[in-house]
């Protein structure tokens, strides 16, 4: 309980902290108009709605940074060679978000290592994801503001909001949010540097630019080309002077988040896992004119996934709207997307939808402004108006369906179902990544390896599976055959439960990344409610059975 309270406390301290910080840094006085409010009200709820999402425990999301791995970088002091595949600022930045924990921890108060505290620390994790992508959708306001008028302002923050990815990244501890904040946060410093070229903004730029990248590389790529057009502009200007004190500025935000003067070697091993592991076993197409012509395909279709017909709609007459009135475009805001494309994902081979949530967020000002366009129509197109409300719902409505699907995952009702069935001395199983799978902690578990050999030996009680992700592997595998054998009903085991959420009014339901029954490889949201299976034994366990099931969950009880 004493846990709880201070995460309570601790987050409108995240949430105001960061706040104030924004209007420092956009020179804003505080004053929001009641639209801005209402939209980032609305906000708020679609970022907390889902935020226990697998919760307590470490969570079903892919790839956040768990408290664990920020301990391991404390007890190390961030330095000694320390290193993981992705830069240390933002666990710099959770640990900072520990404090109180670990000073309650210290007193007494509470136990912050504990499997409890840890759950407790991971929902600050995702506290502190929400607090930024709130400051993001407010820079998003500003920059609309600053750029076109007040209520494309208001609309870029909705759009924001609601393209799909946003949602989902905005309520987990991944570092996909936090970058695209401090990438957003440059982009205000760099519209600055083109209005006034003062040296405020170009030492905003440059060290909010070093931030994004410290807390994930790939952002290196957005700033790529903007880079050669600010040192044109400032050569143009004759502001020299301003844009070497940025560089400097830059390479001194560098070595003070990567630590290089006591941790070079861990710096030197985090770049060779980037290098090596991290990137090369992911390129999903060739480095030839056919692979660039697919990969643009796929970059394409995965824009359109996030921000669905309604977004796109949006952009489409926001561009026309460009092209017909030059006064009004902004061609600058585009440079950032064609330096991510051609300088990382067109060079590493591969793209994930979450990889385009910079270039989300430049869109949903572009989107915003289409949308502008549409509202303001009601004097000479009544029709327009209405589509432009429609196309308002619909994104509401898609981003509400996401977090539909997160607070009613398929996995909640696999676990009441199991609290139900499951005595105390029946052994559940399964085979694959837990971060797919329901929680079995108050389950007697074991692990197993997916073939039919171990399962007799072992010979479970119940064995869960979660169908998609077993696609993974193919029909004449030694898993699917498996699974297979298990389905055919020739195995010592029944189907007692199959079960997915039905998606009822969601208008994911008409998008087939969410109904096809099959991993799409560009995006983890299509992992929320997947399709769960349980075997329950049929014969009984004969003796050597037992005595081995006993040994394994005897090994697993006595596992750390």
């Known amino acids: 309980m004493a846990a709880h309270a201070v995460s309570g406390l601790w987050t409108f301290v995240l949430i105001a902290g960061a706040w104030k910080i924004i209007q420092m840094a956009i020179g804003s006085d505080g004053t929001v108009s009641l639209s801005a409010r209402l939209v980032m009200g609305g906000a708020l709820i679609l970022l907390v709605t889902g935020i226990w999402w697998g919760w307590p425990g470490e969570g079903w999301a892919p790839d956040e940074l768990t408290p664990a791995v920020v301990r391991d970088a404390m007890d190390l002091n961030f330095a000694g060679g320390w290193h993981d595949k992705y830069p240390p600022f933002h666990y710099v930045v959770l640990a900072a978000t520990y404090v109180p924990f670990l000073v309650a921890d210290r007193l007494g108060l509470i136990a912050a290592w504990t499997p409890e505290g840890q759950s407790v620390l991971m929902l600050v994790s995702r506290l502190l994801s929400v607090a930024m992508a709130l400051g993001t959708l407010r820079l998003l306001t500003h920059l609309g503001t600053r750029l076109f008028t007040s209520r494309v302002g208001v609309l870029s923050a909705l759009c924001g909001v609601t393209f799909l990815p946003f949602v989902y990244y905005g309520k987990m501890a991944n570092l996909d949010v936090p970058y695209v904040f401090w990438f957003l946060l440059s982009l205000v410093f760099w519209e600055d540097i ?42 143009r200007r004759g502001e020299w002077r301003n844009m070497a004190l940025a560089i400097i500025v830059a390479a001194l935000t560098f070595v003070l988040c990567f630590n290089l003067l006591f941790n ?112 303001e129509s009601r004097g000479r197109s009544r029709y327009a108006a209405m589509a432009g409300v429609a196309l308002v719902v619909v994104l509401v409505w898609r981003a509400a369906s996401l977090d539909a699907l997160l607070v009613t995952d398929s996995r909640y009702a696999v676990e009441r179902w199991l609290r139900n069935h499951v005595g105390p001395a029946d052994t559940v199983a399964s085979f694959g990544d837990r971060t797919h799978l329901p929680r079995f902690d108050e389950f007697l578990h074991l692990t197993l390896e997916g073939t039919r050999e171990d399962t007799l030996r072992t010979s479970p009680r119940f064995i869960v599976v979660n169908t998609r ?44 990344t969410f109904t096809d029954r099959v991993e799409n490889t560009y995006t983890n949201l299509d992992k929320i409610n997947p399709e769960i299976v349980i075997f329950e034994r049929t014969l009984p366990a004969s003796p050597a059975q037992v005595h081995a099931g006993d040994e394994r969950s005897a090994a697993v009880a006595r596992a750390p």
């Open 469 to 512: 992700w077993m696609k993974r592997y193919p029909p004449d595998s030694p898993r699917g055959e498996w699974l297979a054998w298990l389905e055919s009903g020739r195995a010592p085991y029944r189907e007692s439960l199959r079960h997915r959420t039905s998606m009822g009014p969601s208008l994911l339901r008409f998008d087939r």
């Open 194 to 235: 083109r209005r006034t070229g003062s040296l405020r903004a170009y030492v905003g730029f440059a060290a909010s630019g070093a931030i994004a990248v410290a807390t994930k590389d790939q952002a290196y790529g957005l700033y790529v080309l903007p880079a050669v057009a600010i040192l044109w502009s400032s050569v």
């Open 264 to 375: 070079a070697s861990g710096f030197i091993a985090h770049m060779q896992v980037m290098t090596g592991p991290a990137s090369s076993g992911y390129r999903m197409f060739p480095s030839t004119i056919f692979g660039v012509v697919q990969l643009l395909g796929v970059i394409g279709s995965q824009l359109l996934f996030c921000v669905g017909i309604a977004g796109a709609t949006a952009i489409v007459v926001a561009l026309a709207e460009w092209y017909r009135d030059r006064r009004r475009a902004q061609w600058w805001l585009l440079l950032p997307i064609l330096s991510l494309v051609l300088t990382f994902i067109l060079v590493v081979g591969y793209v994930y939808d979450r990889f385009l949530l910079p270039v989300l967020g430049v869109l949903s000002i572009v989107a915003a402004t289409g949308l502008e366009r549409m509202l």
